[in-house]
């Protein structure tokens, strides 16, 4: 990814007039059109670029945050095996959130800013997880569910507009396929082999993920403020519903074969639209914990905070050494090679 | 908020034999702590067998809005590619 130290300069024309502007505009378009990518130093609407740093940098800080409920349980993983997938999967919801904090440091963004917005409590990030993982198979249901729902709304990412955002969804979904694998793996395991109380855990599970998974996919299309502006500039390529009806209909079938039940009376496959009818999303949820009023809002925010001010020492000694290294003469320094 | 540390920009050679391939960005205090943030945000999955990392303000970019004028001068030079010249179909290996 590009960022903005490499903006090259030349500050726009201050005495741009509204018809220059509108031309410009109508230009932008029609590269969106054509099915261009726009890359971070070209010109573009300031609503565009408003308009990424915001989706990305919702995204990057879902990740971040995202590690929390899964890091829960690293410490009791059933086998070590677990434990280091566990591992694995937590630290590419790390490294996820890096490209994508990167990317939205392309637009002229800080990421000092972002994390300030975050610790602050003054950033939006996924509603998902704000939910407790209560028992080992949540884990399970969390790699199955929450990542198969990011699955389904990152793929048609990787031909988003915007270059940068683009290249980092194509990383992030390359490596996120295990994600949903392990995941469906554990329910598996528990499901299909296991005990009673071991089927049991696993149908709990499903029943506490179902319905908050849904509302990953975010707002009813009828009720979504962004998605008709996202859909021309090619931010999106699919509406909200449209990929929560996919995910849906993918996913009843995995949890047939789970002998699991989806926690949903009203759930039918309809003959006449070959999709799965679902009864209604209690959408008044969704708004309460994105509001901040959702089960674990507070305890998330609390541990994010303890990890930036415990890791404060460090980066000062890591900015302490970099300038004493700094200071020495040249031929004192060591410790990597010249690039060949 | 602290000031962010400096920003750098990461080069992946996937295997020997190929070229150094720009990856991504990170932010580091130092070179040194920028190869093993790369290491680790990077090549998690065995991607690389070498890393080159640059900082970012050492880079010096073309202006997208002049690429027009920048790149217009090989525009009428087609005579550069070998599909310009005609050659009799008899003559072999050229």
């Not at chain 1, 955002?165 to 990383?171: D, K, L, N, Q, T």
């Not at chain 1, 395991?189 to 696993?202: D, I, K």
């Not at chain 1, 998605?227 to 909200?240: D, E, H, L, V, Y």
Request: hydrophobic share 40%; glycine share 6%.
């Amino acid at each position: 990814m590009y960022t903005q130290a490499l903006d090259s300069p030349g500050p726009e024309l201050a005495s741009a007039v509204p018809a220059a502007e509108a031309e410009r505009e109508r230009r932008f378009q029609e590269r969106i059109d054509r099915d261009e990518k726009i890359e971070p130093k070209d010109w573009m609407p300031e609503a565009y670029r408003q308009t990424l740093i915001r989706q990305i940098a919702q995204h990057a800080h879902s990740e971040i945050v995202g590690m929390l409920p899964e890091g829960n349980w690293i410490t009791r993983a059933p086998s070590l095996r677990r434990k280091a997938v566990l591992v694995a999967k937590v630290q590419d919801e790390g490294g996820h959130g890096m490209y994508l904090y990167s990317a939205a440091e392309t637009l002229g963004v800080s990421r000092g800013e972002l994390i300030g917005q975050l610790l602050a409590g003054r950033a939006k990030y996924s509603s998902i997880f704000n939910y407790p993982t209560l028992t080992w198979a949540d884990i399970g249901a969390i790699g199955w569910l929450v990542d198969g729902a990011a699955i389904m709304n990152q793929i048609p990412l990787c031909r988003c507009s915007y270059g940068p955002y683009a290249r980092a969804m194509v990383r992030i979904c390359k490596e996120e396929s295990f994600h949903q694998r392990q995941g469906y793996e554990i329910m598996l395991t528990l499901a299909r082999s296991g005990t009673r109380a071991q089927r049991e855990m696993a149908q709990d599970a499903l029943n506490r993920w179902w319905w908050p998974s849904l509302m990953m996919f975010g707002p009813s299309d009828t009720d979504s403020v962004h998605t008709a502006q996202s859909m021309r500039w090619r931010i999106k390529r699919f509406t909200n519903d449209e990929l929560r009806q996919k995910f849906i209909d993918a996913t009843v079938p995995q949890a047939r074969f789970l002998g699991l039940s989806i926690p949903d009376a009203d759930l039918r496959w309809d003959e006449a639209t070959q999709h799965y009818a679902t009864g209604p999303i209690d959408w008044s949820e969704f708004q309460a914990v994105l509001k901040g009023e959702g089960p674990c809002n507070r305890e998330r925010m609390g541990a994010r905070r303890a990890a930036h001010e415990s890791g404060q020492w460090v980066r000062e000694a890591a900015a302490a050494y970099a300038d004493k290294q700094r200071a020495r003469p040249a031929s004192g320094r060591s410790g990597y090679a010249q690039a060949s | 908020m602290n000031e962010d540390w400096a920003l750098y920009e990461v080069f992946i050679r996937a295997r020997s034999g190929l070229e150094h391939k720009h990856v991504g960005s990170l932010h580091a205090a130092d070179a040194r702590m920028a190869l093993e943030h790369a290491r680790d945000t990077y090549t998690r999955r065995q991607e690389g067998v070498s890393i080159w990392v640059v900082r970012s303000s050492d880079i010096v970019a073309s202006d997208p809005g002049e690429a027009e004028s920048l790149f217009e001068p090989a525009r009428d030079k087609v005579y550069r590619h070998p599909t310009f010249y005609t050659i009799p179909e008899d003559v072999k290996n050229i």
